[in-house]
Every structure is written in C-alpha cells, then in structure tokens.
C-alpha cells in the first residue's frame, strides 16, 4: 500500500503509461471538495493523455443544476462518483430525494455515475442502478470483490 498511497500527477505517470502502451487515463476524484474537481480539470486540460475526469459534487445537495453549471462548458468532464462504499447506509443515501433527482440531471447531460461500493453492498445497489439506467452507470473496480475470501473457498 505504500506505494499506492503517494500522489501521482498526469507528467508522473505518462512515462510508465508509454512504456505498457496505455495511451490515455481518468483521472477520478479520491476527495469529497468541488475544489479537486476543478484541479483535476486544469491537470487534464495540461496533459493530452487524460482523456478525461470523473469528478465529486454534493449529489444530495439542492441546487445541484446551479452547482453544475460551473462546468457546464468542461468538454473533459465525464461524470461523477460519490464514496457511497463509507456511507454509513448505502440504501438510506440513495433514497434520499437529492440523489434521486440528481441522477436522472447527471443522465440528461451525458454524465457517467460511478457506482464506488464494495462487493457486499451490491445488493444495495442494484435497483438503484435500475431505476437510473438512462445513460452509463460504472461499477467501480468491480464492486471491489474480496480476492482473499475466493482463495479460502471450497
């Protein structure tokens, strides 16, 4: 985990990027701050590799279209995610009438949602991800399935 857990701009990683042929990256927000939307932004726009940028904002918050529009003109924005895999109840965010509207806003623009669970809260998820299905949902990492259990099954 050490040497996952160091900050890596776009310059960073672009030469081990070259050498495995990868052409292009996301980058993904890892804060709850509108602020590191805008960073990551600016860092795409510097850096033709990024292909793009799924960024945080405050999906149960009213006022999201206003809070939205900020971006509006941000041809690299892609989408949002929301750490929901920390939510103290997965089913009680999704069901609040912010998230629930915020979705279909997200959809009607084109925007991806990140689904960020893990593989137990699936279940959590689904009629959710049913319900929104206009436009891409994307399954974070897989639903981050535990290796470790499938190694230990019969």
Known sequence: ??????????ADVWPAMQACG?????????RTDAAEADFLLQQARAHAHVAGVVAWA????PGLARALER???????RGFRHILQDEVSVPAWLAQPGVQQALPLLQSRGLVYDVLVFDHQLPDVLGFCAQHDQHWL??????KPCFRDWWTRP
């Open 22 to 30: 990868v052409t292009a990256s996301v980058l993904v927000q890892a």
């Open 71 to 77: 971006w509006q003109d941000e041809p690299l924005l």
């Open 138 to 143: 994307v399954l974070d990492l897989l639903g």
């Open 1 to 10: 985990m050490t040497a996952l857990a160091q900050n890596r701009l776009p």
């Open 58 to 61: 405050d999906l149960a918050a």
